[in-house]
């Protein structure tokens, strides 16, 4: 069958990836024509439009970007009604994919919803909508089938799929003296990958760990796709490791992390990591939000535990002291140990492996 998968996002790539190794195991002739990133090219995809391209972050992002938008989902109409896919997926990234699905259910495409738009944090009644739009829709977090249970609207939850990315992954024995950093303890550094992002956050983070340079070797995460000139503007990433694309290897090499808010920090928590959570974005962004976001907490591992567990520093919160006071919290004990223990937890609760093939399965042979 012929497979057309969009997403928008480095996870939403990951996640696709992983899908499509599990679709092949199940269908071998499929073909696959998607809106991703390397991953999902890797695994033989014809790729459309590269994620890079769509990086947009918050309201006045999107905004400034209207017009590119519209041509982007302009040209997606169009090469899937030349394509005629048999399925037709869309990972996360709600902004776009819901107007694509919309677009699609309303010409008879059946629609596949992979990781459900965060509707139960903001503006909830938009499960209404994709109720309506969305034929199939497979959640990965436990509370969202109760949410949509109040919608009428019966979900699939297949589990999380960055359990499977995580214990596909094989650490590195070599990974600290390759990247030479044998002789001190780690703190990780992960400013998120997008552009805005992290010209908001990263300063805070570089002055926050200057006085730990003594102590500690720094190393940075890195996406992959960036071209590490980008940080040269940063005046005290000078000394500092930089790793780029093999983010999980760091994580699991380093005493702590400063994280931005996002995928990463469950990514962080599932290996094992002490963090501190950061955010901080525009004051109209952040205004926005206030008045439109209803959950208690930013970071997937919050939510998931519906308690803080790991500490958020953000907007104005972010500043160099209380990142230190955080930081000096979870690099001794009792601290450490707490938030290990915590993770223990968390990891029970978001499940085992499987959630990738779980929803190939479903896709390949829908349900009736």
């Given at each position: 069958m012929k497979y057309y998968i969009l997403c928008g996002e480095a996870s939403g790539d990951l996640h696709g990836a992983?899908?499509?190794?599990?679709?092949?195991?199940?269908?071998?002739?499929?073909?696959?024509?998607?809106?991703?990133?390397?991953?999902?090219?890797?695994?033989?995809?014809?790729?459309?439009?590269?994620?890079?391209?769509?990086?947009?972050?918050?309201?006045?992002?999107?905004?400034?970007?209207?017009?590119?938008?519209?041509?982007?989902?302009?040209?997606?109409?169009?090469?899937?009604?030349?394509?005629?896919?048999?399925?037709?997926?869309?990972?996360?990234?709600?902004?776009?994919?819901?107007?694509?699905?919309?677009?699609?259910?309303?010409?008879?495409?059946?629609?596949?919803?992979?990781?459900?738009?965060?509707?139960?944090?903001?503006?909830?009644?938009?499960?209404?909508?994709?109720?309506?739009?969305?034929?199939?829709?497979?959640?990965?977090?436990?509370?969202?089938?109760?949410?949509?249970?109040?919608?009428?609207?019966?979900?699939?939850?297949?589990?999380?799929?960055?359990?499977?990315?995580?214990?596909?992954?094989?650490?590195?024995?070599?990974?600290?003296?390759?990247?030479?950093l044998n002789t001190k303890p780690v703190i990780a550094l992960l400013p998120g990958s997008r552009i805005q992002e992290i010209n908001n956050i990263l300063p805070v983070m570089l002055d926050s760990i200057e006085s730990y340079k003594e102590k500690?070797?720094?190393?940075?995460?890195?996406?992959?796709?960036?071209?590490?000139?980008?940080?040269?503007?940063?005046?005290?990433?000078?000394?500092?490791?930089?790793?780029?694309?093999?983010?999980?290897?760091?994580?699991?090499?380093c005493e702590a992390s400063l994280v931005t808010s996002g995928t990463a920090t469950l990514e962080t928590a599932l290996l094992k990591a002490p963090q501190v959570v950061c955010y901080k974005t525009s004051n109209l962004n952040a205004t926005i939000a206030k008045m439109v976001i209803k959950v208690k907490f930013i970071s997937l591992v919050n939510l998931i535990m519906n308690r803080e567990i790991v500490k958020e520093l953000l907007q104005d919160n972010l500043s160099v002291s209380k990142v230190q006071t955080e930081l000096n919290k979870i690099l001794i004990e009792p601290g450490r140990s707490q938030l290990l223990k915590n993770y223990n937890e968390l990891k029970t609760i978001v499940g085992g492996s499987g959630a990738s093939m779980r929803v190939a399965k479903l896709i390949v042979n829908p349900a009736t």
């Open positions: 992983n899908l499509m190794k599990a679709i092949k195991q199940l269908d071998s002739n499929a073909e696959f024509r998607v809106w991703g990133g390397d991953l999902m090219e890797a695994e033989g995809a014809v790729n459309v439009n590269h994620i890079k391209e769509r990086a947009f972050m918050g309201f006045v992002e999107v905004i400034k970007n209207l017009f590119k938008i519209k041509q982007f989902i302009s040209l997606a109409k169009n090469d899937i009604l030349k394509y005629k896919p048999d399925r037709l997926v869309f990972i996360d990234y709600p902004g776009f994919n819901l107007r694509m699905a919309e677009w699609a259910h309303n010409l008879g495409f059946k629609t596949h919803y992979y990781i459900s738009p965060k509707v139960w944090a903001w503006n909830t009644k938009r499960a209404l909508k994709i109720k309506r739009i969305i034929d199939y829709l497979y959640v990965i977090f436990p509370f969202e089938v109760d949410f949509y249970k109040r919608y009428d609207y019966d979900v699939h939850y297949v589990g999380n799929p960055l359990v499977d990315a995580i214990e596909d992954f094989k650490p590195d024995e070599n990974f600290k003296a390759n990247n030479h500690y070797d720094i190393a940075l995460a890195v996406a992959p796709n960036f071209n590490l000139s980008f940080f040269d503007k940063f005046e005290k990433t000078k000394g500092l490791k930089f790793i780029v694309g093999n983010t999980y290897n760091l994580l699991k090499n």
